[in-house]
Every structure is written in C-alpha cells, then in structure tokens.
C-alpha cells in the first residue's frame, strides 16, 4: 500500500512541488495528501484533478492537523512567515504541527527551518538591529527556535536556500531604468548566495521521504548554485536577452531604510548572506541537492525553464 505523505503548504512553493515529486512517481510507493486551507482554489483542484487527496486543514488549528495526519506515513511541515511576519505565531504554528504530528503517530517529518542567525553574533553586535526584540532575522531565528518542538518527532531538520523564484515572485528581477538600461540593488557585496529554484525543494524533501531511516535526525542543507550577484546578473543578461545588468552594492542600513514591508528583515538576511558567506555557503551542498534529486536546476537552466515569468 502506498505510504501517504501530508503535505502542508500543498499550493505553495515548496510544498507544491513535493506534490508534484510525488504524483509524477509513477511506482506508487507514495501518495499525495494535500493540506489547504481552502479546497476550492484553482491550485487544490489542480492537485486533485492530478492525483492528490485533497484535505482541509490550518495550521492554527492543532486539532484539525490531527486529523489530516491520520493514517499519514510522512509530514512535509512548512509554516509561512511572510503571510503575518509574526516570530511568535510562527512557533506556535510550528509546535501545532509538531505536536499534531507526535499525536497521529507520523513515522517521519521534513520540517522546512532555517538556521539561528544569532549564533554568528553576540547580542552586544551592533552591525545590525535586533528585530522583534530577541531576533537577526525572524523568519530564520523562530524556524530554528521551533526545531526544539520536534523532539521525539522522526524528523529531517531542512535548511533550504534563497529561491530564485523571488525574482518573479516578490519584485526582485532587475529593473529597466528610463535609460532603457537594467540594474538592481542588493547588500550582497561580492559575497555568493545561495540559491536554487522553488521547486526543487519539495523534489529534494521527496528524495528524503524515499531514502527514509538514514535522514531522520539529520539536518540537511540543499541548494541549486551559488552565485554573486554580479554573476546572476550577468547570466539573466545572456538567458534572457536583455542586455547588461548593472549591480548596485548598496549597503544594508540602506536597504533596511527604503521601508517596504520586510526591508528591515530581508535587509538582515542578505547580510548574514554576506557577512557569514563561508559558514552559510558550507551548511548546504549542490552535491546533495542532486542526489536527492536528480533533475536539479542550476541558475542557468532556472532561468531556460521560467523566463517567461520574468517581468523584464
Ligand atoms: N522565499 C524564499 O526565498 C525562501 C527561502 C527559504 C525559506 N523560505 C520560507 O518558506 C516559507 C514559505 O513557504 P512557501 O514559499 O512554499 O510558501 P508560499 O508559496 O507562499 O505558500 C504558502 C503556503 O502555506 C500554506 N499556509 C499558510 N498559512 C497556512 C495555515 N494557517 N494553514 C494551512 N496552510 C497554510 C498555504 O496554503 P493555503 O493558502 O492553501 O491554505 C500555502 O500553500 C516561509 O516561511 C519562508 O521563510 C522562503
């Protein structure tokens, strides 16, 4: 009988695109449960119309985790910060689906998190400001914070990387200026960041679902390809055509003063991004990203396979 795997974040990014690892398998050893919010909107139907079950279930409601998870072999688990940009609702999210899980007797957890930040700085930095009160960066801390409700859990602890997929889904892709020239601005310096494209992550957690015992406990960090600025730059010029691409280094209390909502966060973490480049770089690895999962994408066919959803 096929293991089910309940994957929460199931019309997301990473989430969906464990969906979709798992419904193009075509050996049956998986199935597809497919948690929502709301089983009407256009992407639950399109899982059911491929295969999935699809099952109503929130994140902020523990008891209704309980029952999504009955019966389920696995657990993808991914909460969102960015839909409330809210550390505390975060772990507590987190701890739902933890303690759901504990309850239905999950025999294995990919829990999506992200490493402490702080750990690369003394509370007495002053290089960039605490925010939320406690954090560097929320959205990495209060992942890491919530690795500690997953104790008795089975569970993959999943750092996963910068998606390329920003570019088209949060208004990142460079801009054509009224020159007609194109350019961007980032904290980065000439650090690498790691990248990788959206859905690889849940093909990557699927590899972890199949490989099974030897993951569980582990912490395993995956990306597609890093790269400096300058360099994807230059690589969006030649993919998609569009001339050169000028970088613009600004600094990071720059970029946390321009006030969109998130610059303070997204400020902080590109600049852990570059001021600890050599330990975030180490904790994740191409080389297991694609044993996991064989059709990684590195930048440059990321970019063959969605330029069409750039808006250059
Ligand atoms: N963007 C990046 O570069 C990046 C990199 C690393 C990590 N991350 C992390 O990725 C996380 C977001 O994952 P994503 O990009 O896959 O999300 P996404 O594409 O924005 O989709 C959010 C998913 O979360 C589900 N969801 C949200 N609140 C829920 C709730 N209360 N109950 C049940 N489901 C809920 C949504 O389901 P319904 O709306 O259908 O219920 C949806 O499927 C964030 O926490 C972020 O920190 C992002």
Redesign the pocket.
């Known amino acids: 009988m096929a293991k089910i795997i309940a994957v929460?974040?199931?019309?997301?990014?990473?989430?969906?695109g464990l969906c979709r690892a798992i419904l193009a398998d075509t050996s049956g050893a998986f199935a597809c449960r497919a948690?929502?919010?709301?089983p009407s909107?256009d992407?639950?139907k399109a899982l059911a119309a491929a295969g999935a079950e699809v099952v109503q279930?929130?994140?902020?409601?523990v008891e209704s985790l309980k029952k999504a998870f009955a019966g389920a072999h696995g657990v993808y688990a991914?909460?969102?910060?960015?839909?409330h940009f809210n550390a505390a609702k975060?772990k507590t999210?987190a701890k739902n689906i933890a303690d759901a899980a504990k309850a239905a007797g999950v025999q294995h957890v990919v829990w999506?998190t992200?490493e402490d930040t702080r750990k690369w700085m003394p509370a007495s930095d002053t290089r960039m400001p605490m925010l939320q009160e406690v954090y560097r960066v929320p959205?990495?801390d209060a992942?890491a914070e919530a690795d500690a409700f997953f104790a008795g859990v089975p569970t993959t602890f999943l750092w996963?990387?910068?998606?390329w997929?920003?570019l088209y889904?949060?208004g990142l892709a460079p801009k054509k200026g009224e020159d007609g020239k194109y350019a961007w601005a980032f904290p980065l310096g000439t650090a690498k960041m790691a990248g990788?494209g959206?859905e690889d992550?849940g093909r990557c957690a699927y590899g972890i679902f199949k490989a099974g015992t030897p993951y569980i406990g582990k912490t395993v960090g995956i990306m597609g390809e890093a790269l400096t600025v300058e360099e994807m730059g230059e690589k969006l010029s030649k993919g998609l055509g569009i001339g050169p691409v000028t970088y613009n280094a600004v600094d990071a209390n720059v970029y946390r003063s321009w006030g969109f909502p998130g610059a303070d966060e997204m400020g902080n973490m590109f600049q852990v991004y570059r001021d600890f480049e050599g330990p975030f770089l180490a904790a994740r690895s191409v080389e297991t990203a694609r044993a996991l999962n064989p059709q990684l994408q590195n930048f440059d066919t990321w970019i063959q396979n969605n330029k069409s959803k750039i808006p250059v």
Do not use: C, P
């Open positions: 929460i974040g199931s019309t997301g990014s990473q989430g969906g948690i929502t919010r709301d909107k992407k639950a279930a929130d994140i902020d409601d991914v909460t969102n910060f960015w839909e975060e999210q999506s992200l959205h990495f992942k996963t990387s910068f998606y997929d920003n889904m949060f990788i959206a992550i």
